[in-house]
């Protein structure tokens, strides 16, 4: 080094282009981790209050939403076929002043191996008969008989499954408990639920 001279240490930052080194990969839905094998990823968050509705995304497509236009107050429902997990239907059914019947027609005829993804908005419960909180009970629900005056669920459940599902939430509404005035807080679930297998 000659006199006078101020060295430094140079650093090289060497980027790659390519994105999977440079970006996170994403899971499906957004979910914090990924699914394995032979399973369906999904996410599903119930409705805030009366203002916000519910959404539900599967395999990184999004069934329903308030952006679709396809939410209402009441039960939200949608059907995937268990097999290949493409969207068979969807629908939302008032509990507070709508026609029970729509729901139990659209519950009975509901086919075996189907998935059923369920969120509530507003209130669940009001005309939610025995009948209907019997057939959420068959498709694996845990809380549908205990559903109440604006408590907010959200269910994965499954025409035939033969043991109760591990993908439900459910909260009261709890004046003391409440995050919004009247209504409990969003519930939000994800997970991976198995395909059918034939």
Known sequence: ?????????????????????????????????????????????????????????????????????????????ALVNGTNGQLMKTDFFDMYSGDIKLLLDFLKAIESGTIVIVASYDDPATKLTDEARTLFTDLGSSHASKLAFRDNWTFVGAKGLKDKSPYEQHLKNEAAKNKYDGWPEVLEMEGCVPKKMD
């Open 1 to 77: 080094m000659s006199k006078g001279c101020l060295c430094k240490a140079v650093q090289f930052t060497v980027c790659s282009s390519f994105p999977s080194e440079t970006q996170p990969l994403q899971n499906k839905c957004g979910n914090h981790k990924s699914c394995p094998e032979n399973t369906f990823a999904f996410k599903i968050s119930s409705g805030a209050a009366n203002v916000v509705g519910p959404s539900m995304c599967f395999e990184n497509t999004i069934l329903m939403s308030g952006v679709k236009n396809n939410v209402g107050r009441g039960l939200n429902i």
